[in-house]
C-alpha cells in the first residue's frame, strides 16, 4: 500500500486572498481524509509569473492534484493547467457583478488538450473531495476512506428520511 506522506500532496492556488473564506472549504475536506495541502496566492492577470513558476515546479515537489480558485475573468485554473501535467480542478467564486456566471464559463470552456475539471460556482467542497477521488487511484488508504465516506453519507440520508414521519 503506498503510503501517504507528511508532505502536501495538494496544491491549492487562488487568485486573490479574497477568495480564501470560500476555498478554505476544500482545505477543510481535504483534512477530513487526512490529506495535508499548501496555500498560494497568484493571479494569472495580476502575478502572472509568480503563477506559472508555482504551475511548474508544483509536480517535483510531491504535489498530485493542484486545485485553482478565481473569480470575475478567472484565467488561473486554465493558465495552471498549461503550465503542468498535473490534473488541475478549477473552482469558479462568485465574485464582481456577474456573481460566478462569468468565472464559471471561464474555467469550463477550455480548448480541446488542455483539461480542467469544473466544480460549482463556490464549489470548494467539492473540489477537495475530487482531489480525493483523484489521489484514490494512487493511494488506495483514500480509496477505501472514500467509499466510508459515502457510506456515511446513505446512513445519514436514510436516517433524515426515517425521520420525516416523527
Ligand atoms: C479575481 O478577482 C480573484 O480571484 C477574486 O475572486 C477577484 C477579486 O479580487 P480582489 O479585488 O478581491 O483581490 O482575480
Known amino acids: 500500500m503506498s503510503q501517504l506522506n507528511d508532505k502536501p500532496l495538494v496544491g491549492i492556488i487562488m487568485g486573490s486572498d479574497s477568495d480564501l473564506k470560500v476555498m478554505k472549504d476544500a482545505v477543510e475536506a481535504l483534512e477530513e481524509f487526512g490529506v495535508k495541502s499548501e496555500m498560494i496566492v497568484a493571479s494569472a492577470h495580476r502575478t502572472p509569473d509568480r ?81 480525493i477521488q483523484i489521489l484514490g487511484g494512487k493511494h488506495p488508504q483514500l480509496r477505501e476512506k472514500f467509499k466510508a465516506y459515502k457510506e456515511k453519507m446513505v446512513r445519514q440520508v436514510e436516517k433524515k428520511d426515517a425521520n420525516l414521519g416523527e
Open 51 to 131: 503563477a506559472a513558476r508555482y504551475a511548474q515546479t508544483a509536480e517535483e515537489r510531491g504535489i498530485e492534484v493542484l486545485i485553482a480558485g478565481a473569480g470575475m475573468a478567472a484565467h488561473l485554473p486554465g493558465v495552471i493547467a498549461a503550465f503542468t501535467v498535473l490534473p488541475v480542478i478549477g473552482v469558479p467564486l462568485q465574485s464582481g457583478a456577474l456573481r460566478g456566471w462569468d468565472s464559471l464559463l471561464a474555467i469550463a470552456q477550455m480548448p480541446p488538450g488542455v483539461p480542467v475539471a469544473t466544480v460549482a460556482v463556490d464549489g470548494a467542497k467539492n473540489a477537495g473531495l475530487l482531489a
